[in-house]
């Protein structure tokens, strides 16, 4: 509540002469939230990180099509340590042969594809293993995963869920070291404030937000005026998908 008071009342203040509530609402917004993209080039390594049903393999999958777009051959890789053949997943929403998804089921195995990968100087993005925040040793793994890997962990959480659940969450993953993340599910729910709170309690900066179940669109790089509008479902669905991958 405390979230929404700080926001509403900073907006209306803002708002102006205009009487645009998004303009108000976007730099009301820009003042408890960070926003940083991810680069379509993919100039770091990115390695996805999140609970489950988050919908990591999707976002890998559109990550890479954002990627391809941008005329960059970025490799999809996955740690399916958990062996639940997550490849076969990413596979399919990318539309190709499972054998041309990097498949890593152990620690080493992960290490010896990705200095293959790199010595090739090749963008990828890795796909973890689902990660249970409010389990220690879930997260001790975790934690030595970001130590071993040279890659930037970015968690991809939903929307849905218990405001404070989520607030707890995002936490206890930020702890960590993340400082980016994707918000995803934001079709399919209306009480979207919850996930902002714990994003802006945490001090995370948001790179994208995904706003359709679809592989070939709905990842959109985040910024303060789009994230407005698709609060106050102000703008057409073509206007707020423009720029999505």
Known sequence: DGFSDVVATSGARLVGASKDPSSG????LEGLIGFSPIAPALDRPVMLVGPPGSGKPSVA???VRRAAAANVDAMPVVADFDATNGHTQLAAYLRRDVEEIESCLTPDDLMFSL?????????????????NPTDRED????RDLINLVDAEPV???????HPMDLEDNVKAFAELGIRRCIITKLDVVRRRGGVLFAIANAKLNLSHLALTPFIGGGLIPATSNRLARI?????PGAEILKGAA
């Open 139 to 142: 997260m001790d793994r975790l």
């Open 115 to 131: 200095n293959r990968i790199e010595s090739q100087s090749l963008p990828h993005v890795i796909d973890t293993p689902p990660i």
């Open 155 to 161: 968690l991809v959480i939903s929307a849905e869920g």
């Open 61 to 63: 999958a559109k990550l």
């Open 231 to 235: 609060l106050l479902e102000d703008a």
């Open 25 to 28: 609402f976007s730099t009301a």
